[in-house]
């Protein structure tokens, strides 16, 4: 992996492509080549009103260009950026960073919402609010996001203030650093997932569940000693979680296995 280093200076895109290039996904060189042709291109569709100007970046990045959805949604690749940006596919994280770069770029207002497993792009065109999904680029009303949510946490949960709150540059890198680990998780990549759980923990060191899901990825690697590390330090952290037994258990069976194999 290259070298990379967790900061709170993060610059956009840059430091997204860095990141893949570290992880061991894309090139940051040819993912950097892509981004300074899609932005360079974009100012030919700097029009004189603003609706106009978006409605033509719209129907560029999605029609002319072609970006879409990645048909594997929750996998690695449609978390990469660089990967987003070479091949035209993403999720709505990846699409909506794009899009929120490419209207900045045209003086369009512009911010990034997350919802439950979605993004959602807000843009404010003379002066009036509109909330588009980066998946499509079409506009969605307060409903939709209303039942994103119902979707992801249950029919009793609320379109809550936090939704409408527009995401930070480190909110950001640590959504897409989430979305890789969950995907590296799922295609078996356990080197790649191990090196962004180091990553979020270095941001994040008081999220004890992340410890909880290093330990199932070290343990995957045969890191035994780690992981019973891992769910000890979950334990003495989270001594009413529900899940405090099983946990237990499972740092009995590591240690067991470390004594065998040691």
Avoid at 65 to 70: D, I, K, P, V
Wanted: aromatic share 8%; hydrophobic share 40%; with cysteine.
């Amino acid at each position: 992996m290259s070298n990379f280093c967790v900061t709170d200076d993060i610059t956009l895109p840059g430091s997204l492509l860095r990141l893949s290039e570290h992880i061991g996904f894309s090139s940051y060189q040819s993912s950097h080549w892509a981004w300074l042709e899609l932005s360079g291109g974009v100012m030919s569709h700097y029009l004189m009103d603003q609706q106009h100007r978006f409605d033509s970046l719209l129907s560029w990045f999605y029609g002319d260009l072609g970006f879409c959805q990645r048909q594997n949604y929750f996998g690695a690749d449609a978390a990469d950026l660089a990967l987003t940006l070479t091949s035209k596919q993403g999720n709505s994280t990846t699409l909506g960073c794009l899009l929120m770069l490419l209207c900045k770029q045209l003086d369009i207002e512009t911010s990034l919402l997350f919802l439950p497993c979605n993004a959602i792009l807000r843009v404010k065109l003379n002066n009036k609010v509109h909330f588009i999904n980066p998946l499509t680029g079409k506009a969605v009303d307060r409903k939709y996001m209303h039942s994103l949510v119902r979707g992801e946490i249950g029919n009793h949960a609320k379109l809550s203030a936090k939704y409408f709150k527009a995401v930070t540059s480190k909110e950001l890198m640590s959504r897409l650093l989430h979305e890789l680990k969950s995907g590296c998780i799922v295609s078996q990549k356990f080197e790649q997932a191990l090196e962004c759980c180091n990553l979020l923990l270095k941001w994040h060191p008081d999220d004890v569940q992340l410890n909880r899901e290093r330990a199932f990825v070290a343990e995957q690697l045969g890191c035994i000693k780690m992981a019973a590390e891992d769910l000890q330090h979950f334990v003495e952290n989270s001594p009413h979680d529900p899940m405090i037994e099983l946990v237990k258990i499972q740092i009995k069976e590591l240690n067991q296995h470390t004594e065998t194999y040691h």
